[in-house]
């Protein structure tokens, strides 16, 4: 089955964005600027966790990481943490 579409116009069959240039925020975000700031104090300040700051915001807890680490809403002002390692520290096995 061959469906033949029109590559060279708007890019494999996908609709162009106009009035947007890459990197601009886009016009549907869940949160505001000041509510992403918001989240972060809570996070940093207050040390709320991501189900709480996922309930209060209406969002996922994925999503609250994501804003609090700054892999999201990069535009948006407040604290952004480190991800504070869950993993151990590899070391030598002990053999008993």
Do not use: Q
Not at 2 to 31: H, I, W
Not at 37 to 47: F, I, P, Q, T
Not at 63 to 79: E, F, Q, V, W
Request: with cysteine.
């Amino acid at each position: 089955m061959s469906v033949n579409y029109d590559y060279t116009e708007t890019g494999k069959g996908r609709k162009k964005l106009e009035g947007r240039k890459k990197g601009e925020p886009a016009l549907n975000r869940t949160l505001t600027n000041w509510e992403v700031e918001l989240l972060r104090m809570l996070r940093h300040d207050e040390n709320w966790s991501h189900d709480d700051l996922s309930a209060f915001f209406g969002i996922s807890k994925t999503s609250s990481s994501a804003i609090c680490l700054g892999r999201t809403y990069k535009d948006a002002p407040g604290p952004v943490g480190k991800s504070k390692g869950t993993y151990a520290k590899r070391g030598k096995r002990r053999v008993w």
